[in-house]
């Protein structure tokens, strides 16, 4: 068996996750292993038939719980290395191989590709943006780490990474800038490679609206909050 | 504090105490479940027959009225009673989360399986 998957999380993504499957087979052999969060469509049928390998959740539970399905099926099934993406195609198939292999030489545990590394043109709204500078700015105030895309969901992990996130620790929300405090608070090495990144085909986003959005950044800032206090893991 | 308010806290207090036994005795609520309630019911009724601790809690807590008293309580032991199902409900919740990740995970390596 391959020692490398790539988990993607897919809600209600028919549409779009067999030209994603397909342009993932353009550059990788590994497995691939689709979480249908319990869609209404057909994203579990369609994934399987593209050739990937479905787990599927009897009803919706969150980004954050899916990604931890795939996390546990990855450890249960003695995988080494896992890459997420997003089931949307906004990631960019071509990068697997570079994200992969700077996990695979050793120098890091957990890679996250960075749409504002490099020569990259992601444009993002303003509320969005400032949310992230906000985070950057905590990430770098608590580790000292300089990270400049704390929300791609667009990573590689070594198996002690996500064999990690495998506990109850993990937040089934959204992990964000909690998430990477807390993986520097468990000792694990954390780089950044660029990426490109489109924008979402039918410009459907996580988090829209002022309030959903404030609402969020509370949520995230709670998270840290009670990162921080909690002994290290 | 008039008899009319005590004969109706007595009788609220003892209400509380049939209905949670009845409950247990019918299964309809678990016994660990029960603890808080018929404790409030009990705090209630020796406030009441009791009328000087009353008093002095009220003085205590620079209340007015016992009455007062009375109700501060009950809102606290409701407090701890939504905490004490917010508490229980966190811990539902992961238990649900970890079990249909477990039950998703051997339907997906069942052999032949169906995508639906």
């Known amino acids: 068996m391959n020692n490398k998957c790539i988990i993607i999380p897919a809600y209600n993504e028919e549409k779009n996750i067999s030209s994603v499957i397909a342009g993932i087979r353009k550059y990788s052999e590994d497995d691939i292993i689709v979480v249908d969060d319990g869609s209404d469509d057909f994203t579990g049928a369609v994934a399987q038939n593209a050739g990937a390998f479905v787990i599927r959740h009897p009803f919706n539970l969150g980004y954050g719980v899916a990604l931890q399905t795939g996390y546990k099926y990855a450890a249960e099934k003695h995988y080494d290395f896992v890459l997420q993406m997003d089931g949307d195609g906004q990631h960019k198939p071509e990068f697997i191989p570079a994200l992969f292999r700077e996990v695979e030489s050793g120098d890091c545990d957990i890679v996250i590709g960075s749409r504002f590394l490099g020569e990259s043109r992601y444009k993002s709204g303003l509320l969005k943006s400032l949310g992230i500078k906000l985070f950057r700015l905590t990430i770098r105030l608590v580790t000292g780490e300089k990270i400049t895309d704390p929300t791609s969901g667009y990573q590689c992990l070594h198996r002690k990474v996500f064999e990690y996130f495998t506990g109850d620790y993990f937040p089934s929300d959204y992990p964000d800038a909690n998430v990477i405090i807390m993986l520097h608070r468990a000792g694990f090495r954390i780089r950044e490679i660029p990426v490109e990144m489109l924008p979402n085909p039918e410009a459907r986003v996580m988090h829209h609206g002022v309030f959903t959005i404030s609402f969020y950044l509370f949520k995230v800032f709670l998270s840290i909050f009670i990162t921080l206090i909690r002994k290290k893991q | ?116």
């Open chain 2, 1 to 116: 504090m008039l008899v009319q308010q005590k004969i109706f806290a007595v009788f609220a207090s003892i209400l509380i105490f049939i209905v949670i036994i009845t409950l247990v005795k019918n299964r309809k609520l678990k016994e660990e479940y029960s603890w808080l309630w018929l404790l409030t019911g009990a705090v209630i009724m020796i406030l009441v027959l009791w009328y000087d601790i009353l008093l002095m809690l009220t003085h205590l807590i620079g209340a007015v009225l016992p009455t007062t008293t009375l109700f501060i309580f009950a809102i606290l032991f409701l407090i701890c009673i939504a905490l004490d199902f917010a508490i229980k409900i966190s811990r539902l919740t992961d238990q649900v989360k970890n079990l249909t990740q477990k039950v998703s995970i051997m339907e997906a390596d069942k052999p032949n399986k169906r995508v639906v």
